[in-house]
């Protein structure tokens, strides 16, 4: 049974580009969830989709957004970056809203120069 | 707003000791409650999962226990292995503590 997937692994950007990162769930699994860690802020919360529709959302601004498709796929973007920007994006998916506990990606490892 | 706090921040013992790590929530109307541990620059692996309706969970020499009505959880790791160093995180209604970061000396 495959895991989560990220997409890509590392990415390198310049201020003020944008960005997309993948996440692709366990099979069966309708939530998608996306954490940003920093060495500073630890995990923090950015938002959650169940069935293509944002649940909930963390204390994040505009420029980060996100999607979920029909195939529970989801896609986090940021636009605008910034150096703060940088960190290690993590997205974890769970059967619905954390039902059975959530199983994350390795990450997507973001460097804003 | 949930709000999970993880107590100590740092812990660094000998190679053979029992262990306690400790976690905090403030709203006790959870689904379940998860420990994970993450090495450094990687993903999180999950530990232990323990659903709102149970007491506690065990795997091999980890045992965790949740008391909601005090808002606590605690992760118990038995003849701690330097392989154990890593940092521990614990998940509430998709809110994470700021973790234990946990060395275990040859």
């Known amino acids: 049974k495959a895991g989560v997937t990220q997409t890509p692994r590392y990415l390198i950007k310049t201020r003020g580009q944008q960005v997309t990162l993948s996440c692709s769930p366990i099979s069966g699994h309708r939530s998608v969830s996306w954490y940003q860690q920093t060495p500073g802020q630890g995990l923090q919360f950015l938002f959650e989709y169940f069935s293509e529709t944002q649940r909930n959302k963390g204390n994040f601004p505009g420029r980060f957004s996100g999607r979920q498709f029909s195939n529970s796929r989801s896609e986090m973007n940021v636009s605008t970056l910034e150096l703060g920007d940088s960190a290690l994006y993590l997205c974890a998916s769970s059967l619905r809203t954390g039902e059975k506990g959530y199983t994350f990606g390795s990450g997507t490892r973001l460097t804003v120069v | 707003k949930q709000e999970v706090t993880q107590i100590p921040a740092a812990l660094s013992v000998p190679e053979g000791e029992n262990l306690v790590l400790n976690c905090s929530f403030t709203?006790?109307?959870?689904?379940?409650l998860q420990w994970f541990r993450q090495d450094p620059g990687k993903g999180l692996t999950s530990l232990l999962l323990i659903q709102s309706s149970q007491r506690e969970q065990t795997s091999g020499r980890l045992n965790a226990s949740l008391d909601k009505s005090s808002g606590r959880s605690t992760l118990y790791i038995a003849a701690s292995q330097p392989g154990d160093s890593a940092t521990y995180l614990c998940?509430?209604?998709?809110?994470f503590g700021a973790g234990t970061r946990l060395t275990v000396k040859p």
């Open positions: 709203d006790s109307a959870i689904y379940n």
């Open positions: 998940a509430v209604s998709a809110r």
